[in-house]
T-cell receptor
Framework: GENVEQHPSTLSVQEGDSAVIKCTYSDSASNYFPWYKQELGKGPQLIID?????GEKKDQRIAVTLNKTAKHFSLHITETQPEDSAVYFCAANYGGSQGNLIFGKGTKLSVKP | GAVVSQHPSWVICKSGTSVKIECRSLDFQATTMFWYRQFPKQSLMLMAT?????????EQGVEKDKFLINHASLTLSTLTVTSAHPEDSSFYIC???????????????FGAGTRLSVL
């Protein structure tokens, strides 16, 4: 069945360094790839997303890249800050363009001051 | 982005009782809402898709008589955990899609979640 693999499960970086989280998906029909940030005890917040018609998207310190051929996409956070510490989930749609989302297992990012 | 409100944020109940969780879209009408369950340090598992005016679509392995979903209006979906037991203790999160976002049909906006503890 459809699957989204996410790595690493935990990531620790020093403040100011960059962080990269990678995901792979199995459904070749997937065309929407969002990233969510979840802080402890809260619901996930959409931070950036990308569609299959582009290869990269940036929003200030956050960027996402997509390689459709290899079926993988990555989240890049530059100049990390302690407030970036959270669990990050990637997701991909399945079952067509109106389909639901399947989530990766999450990456716990810790940014040390 | 759109705002989804979920209530209550935390509930404790006795085993055998039922608990209702509400999910509201505040500034848009959501024809489709989703209910997820999340165990500690784990990912979000889709329980069911709630469609306004029709029956919910449950994922495999989710008991529809245990987790009752009602989506009676375009801004409100409810999840009722019936005859709750300690193993039902979890973090329940709803999300909604804004159908008017023609170029962003897949975007899901999440509520803040409800932590259910069954004693």
């Amino acid at each position: 069945g459809e699957n989204v693999e996410q790595h690493p499960s935990t990531l620790s970086v020093q403040e100011g360094d960059s962080a990269v989280i990678k995901c792979t998906y199995s459904d070749s029909a997937s065309n929407y790839f969002p990233w969510y940030k979840q802080e402890l005890g809260k619901g996930p917040q959409l931070i950036i997303d990308i569609r299959s018609n582009v290869g990269e998207k940036k929003d200030q310190r956050i960027a996402v890249t997509l390689n459709k051929t290899a079926k993988h996409f990555s989240l890049h956070i530059t100049e990390t800050q302690p407030e970036d510490s959270a669990v990050y989930f990637c997701a991909a749609n399945y079952g067509g363009s109106q389909g639901n989302l399947i989530f990766g297992k999450g990456t716990k990012l810790s940014v040390k001051p | 982005g759109a705002v989804v409100s979920q209530h209550p944020s935390w509930v404790i109940c006795k085993s055998g009782t039922s608990v209702k969780i509400e999910c509201r879209s505040l500034d848009f009408q959501a024809t489709t809402m989703f209910w997820y369950r999340q165990f500690p340090k784990q990912s979000l598992m889709l329980m069911a898709t709630s469609n306004e005016g029709s029956k919910a679509t449950y994922e495999q392995g989710v008991e529809k008589d245990k987790f009752l979903i009602n989506h009676a209006s375009l801004t409100l979906s409810t999840l009722t955990v019936t005859s709750a037991h300690p193993e039902d203790s979890s973090f329940y999160i709803c999300s909604a899609r804004d159908p008017t976002e023609l170029l962003a049909k897949n975007i899901q906006y999440f509520g803040a979640g409800t932590r259910l503890s069954v004693l």
